[in-house]
């Protein structure tokens, strides 16, 4: 199928918007269904184009009936007007990036089931030219300064996708020739796995510029290290980048720096300049206007890793030292970027449950919000012009583009993608809350009141830890939680130490030390919703994905209190997942080795405790999943099945660690009401749902 577009016409005349071809709304709105979770649209990554006359983003759609995703690129006047299709259906595309003359539109789509590859838009007319035919996936693309280049992120091809370039044009007679078995994978590294990608081997991604007048594609960086964020420099005759190259190994390390690489080299990056020296992460580098100094997000302990705050620090574009410029707000910074005339950065802030947009200085000095409120700040992007557009997601609205004038501080909703959906349903707002934990340390929350809810009356309560470890609950639409609140329970999204946007000692607080501090703090939640008259203690849940699952087996291996638990994704034997899953220099970081500091390993794991569990617990996981593996939930189950209790073990077949199928999504929805209306509420209805759903 083509990918049309509607380029002139498309920006310049109105159009439907993606919300009216949407069922229309009911006259009364209702609850909200599982099925409702293939209504919502997911729009992301604005990019406002260079004259800030238009906004480019993207729509996911998770279509149920085929069983997939689909994800096009729309685009929406600046100033507000309805917003149009820029890609075709049943074509998935995504990062549209506008050429900096503003003449193009670059994304990234596959076609035919074939690689992902970078196509050009003409924004004076007419339909999509691929620009790369590469054998392996473009992973990335940013434009060059003068719009006459790309920079792309390529990971060096297998041996079966060079085959498969060079044979493309034969028979398919000589095609069923191929062996049809694979080959063995052979391993020598010390990090060999990663979920969504597998076994890891020595191919590795690296920087390659494209020329669009010849085509002709040049590899500038290469070496046994995987390079990424590439960042051109504003006279287009350099590109700063991240990278571990730690000697001797990078794998053991989390030493990434920012590196500097002209981009007309032609000895594939022999010849670098190191920006950055810092033993922690440095990534996400963004060069000044004037090309003076490089700012970056950095984490400056290490050994905590993702415990540690990020900052924003910058550093002389040739290298020399550097300067933190937000370590005293004690926030995690991601996305920095120049304002256009240089004396700012802008930097996405993980703060008290939100995600908002703030500026620092240049030269350092005090953090201000640019963009702030109760809402979660995804993505945003700056014209020259100084104008924002930016993704924000609200707990009543699921994400849209909104846009903000670089003169004034007023903040405009631009799309309506998800207005049509909204206008069906019944939605609870969560409350931000504050309760005391067990040692008097204070901690935030977010709680869902039942759709139904009556003020003196007790509700079935679900407590849902989050993942992470070090992650949050933010203001943001959360389809399970309405889904919840809808069937009738109070909905609890603690925030316990661990937790991000609290400063780094909060984060800190867990390390080496799961199961303890985080489960008081989530245990005075549910305390607190039961003081509040809201909780019925009787009729209490608990369940959570990743650190959420792992959470969800600590909790009931210290208390009988809930009536039911789900443990997607945890862990349970530590010290089996060592060498199983992604994580080999996490666990040695906080752990040690397992054969060193054994005794902490098996503190830290729930198996051990597992004769103390008597709640039914159901466990799930996806069975491709090198994040946390199923391999947990196997445990789990295998062990409170031999102690005769109540138990179930439900693997979802070709799934990694975030789940894509929605037949798949739809079926975990639905098992979670089943058991918990089962066991929590006490229904009569079997707790697995019937094979026919």
Same mark, same amino acid.
């Given at each position: 199928m083509?990918?049309?577009?509607?380029?002139?016409a498309?920006?310049l005349?109105?159009?439907?918007p993606?919300?009216?071809?949407?069922?229309?709304p009911?006259?009364?709105?209702?609850?909200?269904m599982?099925?409702?979770?293939?209504?919502?649209?997911?729009v992301?990554?604005p990019?406002?184009?260079?004259?800030?006359?238009?906004v480019a983003?993207?729509?996911?759609?998770?279509?149920?009936?085929?069983?997939?995703?689909?994800?096009r690129?729309?685009?929406v006047?600046?100033?507000?007007?309805?917003?149009?299709?820029?890609?075709?259906?049943?074509?998935s595309?995504?990062?549209?990036?506008?050429?900096?003359?503003?003449?193009?539109?670059?994304?990234?789509?596959?076609?035919?089931?074939g690689?992902?590859?970078?196509?050009?838009?003409?924004?004076?007319?007419?339909e999509?030219?691929?620009?790369t035919?590469?054998?392996?996936?473009?992973d990335?693309?940013?434009?060059?300064?003068?719009?006459?280049?790309l920079?792309?992120?390529?990971?060096?091809?297998?041996?079966?996708?060079l085959?498969?370039?060079?044979?493309?044009?034969k028979?398919?007679?000589?095609?069923?020739k191929?062996?049809?078995?694979?080959?063995?994978?052979?391993?020598?590294?010390?990090?060999?796995?990663l979920?969504?990608v597998?076994?890891?081997?020595?191919?590795?991604?690296?920087?390659?510029?494209l020329?669009?007048?010849?085509?002709?594609?040049?590899?500038?960086?290469?070496?046994?290290y995987?390079?990424?964020?590439?960042?051109w420099?504003?006279?287009?005759?350099?590109i700063?980048?991240?990278?571990?190259r730690?000697?001797?190994?990078?794998d053991?390390?989390?030493?990434?720096?920012?590196?500097?690489?002209a981009?007309?080299?032609?000895?594939?990056?022999?010849h670098?300049?190191?920006?950055?020296t810092?033993?922690?992460?440095d990534? !996400?580098?963004?060069?000044?206007?004037?090309?003076?100094l490089?700012?970056?997000?950095?984490?400056?302990?290490?050994?905590?890793?993702?415990?540690?705050?990020?900052?924003?620090?910058?550093?002389?574009?040739?290298?020399?030292p550097?300067?933190?410029?937000?370590?005293?707000f004690?926030?995690? =910074?991601?996305?920095p970027?120049?304002?256009?005339?240089?004396?700012?950065?802008?930097?996405?802030?993980?703060?008290?449950?939100?995600q908002?947009?703030?500026?620092?200085?240049?030269?350092?000095?005090?953090?201000?919000?640019?963009?702030?409120?109760r809402?979660?700040?995804?993505?945003?992007?700056? =014209?020259?012009?100084?104008?924002?557009?930016?993704?924000?997601?609200?707990?009543?609205?699921?994400s849209?583009?909104?846009s903000?004038?670089?003169?004034?501080?007023?903040?405009?909703?631009?799309t309506?993608?998800?207005?049509?959906?909204? =206008?069906?349903?019944?939605?609870?707002?969560?409350e931000y809350?504050?309760?005391?934990?067990?040692?008097?340390?204070?901690?935030?929350?977010?709680?869902?009141?039942?759709?139904?809810?009556?003020p003196?009356?007790?509700?079935?309560t679900?407590?849902?830890?989050?993942?992470?470890?070090?992650?949050?609950?933010?203001?943001?639409?959360?389809?399970?939680?309405?889904?919840?609140?809808?069937?009738?329970?109070?909905?609890?999204?603690?925030?316990?130490r661990?937790?991000?946007?609290?400063?780094?000692?909060y984060a800190k607080a867990?390390?080496?030390?799961?199961?303890?501090?985080?489960y008081?703090?989530?245990?005075?939640?549910?305390?607190?919703?039961? =003081?509040?008259?809201?909780?019925?203690?009787?009729?209490?849940?608990?369940?959570?994905?990743?650190?959420?699952g792992?959470?969800?087996?600590?909790?009931?291996?210290?208390t009988?209190?809930?009536?039911? !638990?789900?443990s997607?994704?945890?862990?349970?034997?530590?010290?089996?997942?060592?060498?199983?899953?992604?994580?080999?220099?996490d666990?040695e970081?906080?752990?040690?080795?397992? +054969?060193?500091?054994?005794?902490?390993?098996?503190?830290?794991?729930?198996?051990?405790?597992?004769?103390?569990i008597?709640?039914?617990?159901?466990?799930?996981?996806?069975?491709?999943d +090198?994040?946390?593996?199923?391999?947990?939930?196997?445990?789990?189950?295998?062990?409170?099945?031999?102690?005769?209790?109540?138990?179930?073990?439900?693997?979802?077949?070709?799934?990694?660690h975030?789940?894509?199928?929605?037949?798949?999504?739809?079926?975990?929805l639905?098992?979670?009401?089943?058991?918990?209306?089962h066991?929590?509420?006490?229904?009569?209805t079997p707790?697995?749902?019937?094979?026919?759903?």
């Amino acid at each position: 199928m083509k990918l049309s577009v509607y380029i002139t016409a498309a920006l310049l005349a109105a159009s439907l918007p993606l919300a009216a071809s949407a069922q229309k709304p009911p006259t009364e709105p209702r609850p909200v269904m599982v099925d409702d979770l293939f209504q919502v649209r997911e729009v992301s990554d604005p990019q406002l184009s260079p004259d800030a006359q238009f906004v480019a983003y993207t729509v996911k759609t998770l279509l149920l009936k085929e069983d997939k995703s689909e994800e096009r690129i729309w685009s929406v006047p600046a100033a507000g007007g309805d917003a149009v299709p820029m890609t075709a259906e049943s074509v998935s595309s995504s990062h549209p990036r506008w050429s900096p003359d503003g003449k193009y539109l670059a994304f990234l789509s596959a076609r035919n089931e074939g690689k992902v590859q970078v196509w050009l838009l003409n924004r004076s007319g007419g339909e999509a030219q691929r620009l790369t035919d590469t054998p392996q996936d473009v992973d990335n693309f940013v434009w060059s300064p003068n719009s006459a280049r790309l920079v792309v992120i390529l990971r060096d091809p297998s041996e079966e996708e060079l085959v498969a370039a060079k044979t493309k044009d034969k028979d398919a007679d000589d095609k069923d020739k191929k062996p049809k078995t694979k080959k063995p994978w052979v391993i020598d590294r010390l990090q060999f796995k990663l979920d969504e990608v597998g076994y890891l081997d020595r191919r590795r991604t690296h920087l390659y510029v494209l020329d669009l007048a010849t085509k002709a594609l040049t590899q500038i960086t290469s070496g046994d290290y995987d390079d990424a964020q590439p960042a051109w420099s504003p006279d287009g005759r350099l590109i700063a980048f991240a990278s571990n190259r730690s000697k001797p190994d990078p794998d053991r390390t989390y030493n990434t720096d920012i590196w500097v690489v002209a981009a007309n080299n032609t000895d594939k990056g022999a010849h670098l300049t190191q920006i950055t020296t810092n033993p922690g992460d440095d990534s !996400a580098p963004a060069w000044s206007p004037d090309g003076q100094l490089i700012a970056y997000t950095t984490q400056l302990d290490p050994h905590l890793f993702q415990y540690a705050t990020h900052h924003v620090a910058v550093s002389p574009s040739s290298g020399g030292p550097a300067r933190v410029l937000t370590q005293s707000f004690d926030r995690n =910074a991601t996305n920095p970027r120049f304002s256009p005339d240089g004396g700012s950065i802008y930097f996405i802030a993980d703060d008290d449950g939100t995600q908002i947009l703030a500026r620092v200085p240049a030269t350092g000095g005090e953090v201000t919000r640019a963009i702030s409120g109760r809402f979660m700040l995804f993505a945003y992007s700056i =014209a020259k012009n100084g104008d924002i557009a930016a993704q924000i997601d609200m707990p009543d609205r699921p994400s849209e583009i909104y846009s903000q004038p670089g003169s004034t501080n007023k903040l405009t909703r631009l799309t309506k993608t998800n207005d049509a959906f909204l =206008a069906q349903v019944k939605l609870v707002q969560p409350e931000y809350v504050q309760f005391k934990s067990k040692d008097g340390t204070t901690v935030h929350g977010y709680l869902h009141k039942p759709l139904d809810y009556t003020p003196g009356k007790k509700y079935p309560t679900i407590l849902r830890p989050h993942g992470g470890p070090v992650w949050a609950y933010y203001a943001e639409f959360t389809h399970l939680a309405q889904l919840l609140a809808a069937n009738g329970y109070a909905v609890l999204f603690p925030n316990p130490r661990g937790s991000s946007g609290y400063g780094e000692n909060y984060a800190k607080a867990i390390f080496a030390d799961w199961g303890n501090k985080d489960y008081q703090d989530d245990m005075a939640m549910a305390d607190f919703a039961i =003081a509040q008259g809201i909780a019925d203690p009787d009729k209490l849940g608990v369940g959570g994905w990743s650190y959420g699952g792992i959470s969800t087996d600590f909790i009931i291996a210290q208390t009988t209190r809930f009536k039911a !638990a789900i443990s997607g994704a945890g862990e349970a034997l530590n010290t089996s997942f060592y060498g199983h899953d992604q994580y080999q220099r996490d666990w040695e970081t906080e752990l040690g080795r397992p +054969w060193e500091n054994h005794a902490l390993w098996d503190k830290l794991s729930p198996f051990y405790k597992v004769a103390n569990i008597a709640t039914p617990t159901l466990f799930m996981g996806g069975e491709i999943d +090198w994040n946390v593996p199923i391999l947990g939930g196997e445990q789990m189950y295998q062990a409170m099945k031999s102690l005769g209790r109540e138990t179930e073990l439900v693997v979802y077949p070709g799934e990694y660690h975030e789940f894509k199928a929605p037949s798949h999504l739809k079926d975990r929805l639905e098992r979670y009401l089943a058991w918990y209306a089962h066991y929590v509420k006490g229904d009569s209805t079997p707790p697995t749902p019937p094979p026919s759903h």
